[in-house]
């Protein structure tokens, strides 16, 4: 890059530049404001000695802004003296597809412009995320290192050059740099068709028996969908509602969850309802996978993909280990104890499992909070999740209500469900969970209603690779008879604090496996309601959302 095309900006700190569960994720009005954006995306580049001639990739869910940044960001990595920068076309990305991309290319690392399930639009949420070059998330040490130096920048480094048309696909210089503008599509699109068995799905969907409704809820997945299930698996045209990406989601909340996932939810609730339904989130890496009236949860699709999966080619050797984050339900735990596997428990956030894929130890891993994946990625992916339910559903020619039934008979059912009181003044969270935290050391041992406490703890992570400790994971009340309630707060949201409360309980007796999820956790909820006081303390009845 020629000397004088780089411009030294000078600059002063934000305060409130520190990575949360998943990258920074801010208003969109916060990033808009002079230098923040840049201010951000240069501590990350400071963390990143050796980048120098390397390949970044670079793209987003879509969202208002979207573009902007994308423009910023590449004439700062032509500063930074990248060699090439690849980016989806319009600068579309889906988070899945960056992570194949990263992967695939070689490339150093990948820049995820995303607030993944948050609204978009100029009142909604933006974010940016960095991935390395295993694909996965950034890890704490590295973020960590990201937030100091948002605490002492004095300047950035941008070029002086022009725009690039993200509309057009092929090379463009940007200095010394290339811009590649890549189908976001076909790279990911051959991934999948490497993992799952797509002539029998062909073939289920060509049958006209069989019928889906994928709800790609105006963000990411739209193209996507469109081209792997619609164009290469021919389901008809129409199986995929909401697919064109839009800056605001159509106003809607793209998170796939029974609460904000409505359109989907109704039509498969109808007399009239397809076999098979599923939606995903903003940034594509979340998937909700329903039935004719029925719901799966995601921990039970966790542990449902990991007692199949030798029925994909892509996983037929079987599974070397399985992973879930702590508040995730233990139904995976049951396939792995029967396939005789290891089973590793993480905190929250994906780049927990990021080690684990790294070093073999895990195929499969997943969360509650609508995510699952495995090794062919350092992601969580939601049309994948989609494309291996369909597998299954191909080979076994039964419901997604009657596998989950089955694998319930043979597994026990581990009820579940997620209450969030989402807008919550962040000083009274903070309060709920410190009186929690203080009152630790005094539940265990004793009874509470008919349920004796054996474990009350803080969860605390030593990753098995690397040996770094995460501490303060979650407040976990447990139960003799198994059953569990965690507390932590969100590390995703942008206002105020969202406190969520995990409850499970395991049934291993068939006959009481139609019971209502709330009212088969009835006891647990009036437990968490009472020994975190929510009702004092906010004047809340109830959570805003139930999952
Ligand atoms: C992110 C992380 C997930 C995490 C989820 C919820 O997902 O990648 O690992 O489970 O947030 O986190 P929290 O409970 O802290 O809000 P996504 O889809 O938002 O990127």
């Avoid at 597809?97 to 490339?107: F, G, M, Q, T």
């Avoid at 699952?372 to 939601?382: A, I, T, Y």
């Avoid at 605390?460 to 407040?475: A, F, K, M």
């Avoid at 969520?500 to 006891?523: F, G, M, N, S, V």
């Amino acid at each position: 890059m020629v000397r004088k095309m780089i411009r030294t900006v000078a600059t002063t700190p934000f305060d409130d530049q520190r990575p949360g569960t998943s990258g920074l994720r801010k208003k969109v009005s916060v990033f808009q404001q002079p230098h923040y954006l840049e201010n951000f995306v240069q501590a990350l580049f400071d963390t990143l000695p050796g980048a120098r001639g390397k390949t970044l990739v670079l793209g987003g869910d879509g969202r208002y802004y979207n573009d902007r940044a994308i423009q910023v960001i590449l004439k700062m990595a032509a500063a930074k003296g990248f060699g090439k920068v690849l980016v989806g076309r319009d600068g579309l990305l889906s988070t899945p597809a960056v992570s194949c991309l990263i992967r695939k290319y070689r490339a150093f690392g990948g820049i995820i412009l995303s607030a993944s399930h948050n609204p978009g639009g100029p009142d909604g949420d933006f974010g940016i995320k960095y991935n390395t070059g295993n694909g996965g998330p950034a890890p704490e040490k590295l973020t960590d290192q990201v937030y100091r130096n948002t605490r002492e920048i004095t300047r950035y480094l941008i070029a002086d050059v022009p725009d690039v048309p993200l509309g057009r696909l092929g090379n463009h210089a940007l200095g010394d740099m290339v811009v590649s503008i890549i189908d976001p599509v076909a790279d990911y699109a051959g991934l999948m068709e490497s993992l799952f068995d797509f002539d029998r799905i062909r073939d289920l969907l060509e049958e006209g028996v069989f019928t889906l409704c994928y709800d790609a809820m105006h963000a990411i997945t739209g193209p996507y969908a469109h081209a792997i299930l619609e164009d290469r698996l021919g389901a008809p045209p129409g199986t995929v509602i909401n697919g064109t990406p839009l800056p605001d989601f159509g106003g809607g909340h793209p998170d796939p969850n029974l609460t904000y996932a409505r359109e989907l939810v109704e039509i498969m609730n109808a007399l009239s309802a397809p076999d098979f339904g599923a939606a995903s989130d903003g940034d594509g890496d979340r998937n909700m996978i329903l039935g004719k009236r029925f719901f799966v949860t995601p921990s039970d699709s966790l542990a449902i993909l990991a007692a199949n999966a030798a029925l994909a080619p892509g996983y037929r050797e079987g599974l070397k280990g399985v992973a879930r984050s702590m508040p995730t339900s233990r139904a995976v735990d049951q396939v792995a104890a029967s396939l005789g596997i290891p089973c590793y428990e993480t905190p929250t956030g994906w780049k927990f499992f990021g080690n684990l894929l790294d070093a073999g130890k895990i195929t499969l891993c997943g969360e509650e909070s609508f995510g699952s994946g495995s090794d062919h990625l350092r992601e969580k992916d939601g049309l994948w999740a989609v494309l291996f339910w369909l597998n299954i559903i191909a080979h076994r020619r039964l419901s997604v209500e009657q596998i989950t039934r089955e694998h319930w008979q043979r597994h026990g059912r581990h009820f579940y469900s997620r209450h969030d009181y989402e807008g919550m003044d962040t000083h009274i969270a903070m309060e709920i969970l410190a009186d929690l935290r203080d009152r630790l050391p005094r539940l265990k041992g004793r009874r509470i209603g008919d349920h004796g406490v054996v474990l009350s703890d803080e969860f605390s992570y030593t990753d098995p690779v690397d040996g770094s400790v995460s501490e303060h994971q979650g407040i976990r009340i447990g139960f003799e008879d198994g059953a569990r309630i965690v507390f932590r707060l969100s590390g995703t949201g942008t206002s105020a604090a969202t406190l969520r409360i995990y409850l499970e309980k395991y049934e291993p007796d068939p006959a009481r496996h139609d019971q209502d999820t709330q009212a088969a956790l009835a006891d647990l909820i009036r437990i968490a309601n009472e020994l975190s006081g929510i009702l004092a303390r906010t004047g809340r009845g109830g959570p805003t959302v139930i999952t």
